[in-house]
């Protein structure tokens, strides 16, 4: 079963910019969607961002289009998540997951069965 653990998150201005990395371990990414999903305080966590392993399709939340990238180095069995224009309202823990690639497109939190422990944003002047 595919381990994951998310790294990069932290502080930064309202406008900045941040990468986060999902490395994976106990198995390679083929044959998964690997998705970023994130939960604010006293909200559900909200998807966020997917990439398909058989392909590369990316996937987006309505409110990160235009600023947040997905991508993947399967070499290095590693997934990351660009942020660039950030806002207050990025802030959450941001957790990596894997599913099926059936799930790639819908991003049901549901769907995804293998989570990291999560990695915090913090947007704040």
């Known amino acids: 079963q595919l381990q994951l653990v998310e790294s990069g998150g932290g502080l930064v201005q309202p406008g900045g910019s941040l990468r986060l990395s999902c490395g994976t371990s106990g198995s390679t990414l083929d044959g998964y969607g690997i998705a970023w999903f994130r939960q604010a305080p006293g909200k559900e966590r909200e998807p966020v961002a997917c990439?398909?392993?058989?392909?590369?399709?990316?996937y987006y939340a309505d409110s990160v289009k235009g600023r947040f990238t997905i991508s993947s180095d399967n070499a290095k069995n590693t997934v990351y998540l660009q942020m660039n224009s950030l806002k207050p309202e990025d802030t959450a823990v941001y957790y990596c997951a894997a599913g099926p690639l059936v799930a790639a497109q819908a991003m049901g939190v549901a769907d995804f069965g293998s989570w990291g422990q999560g990695t915090q944003v913090t947007v704040s002047s």
């Open positions: 990439i398909s392993s058989s392909d590369g399709s990316t």
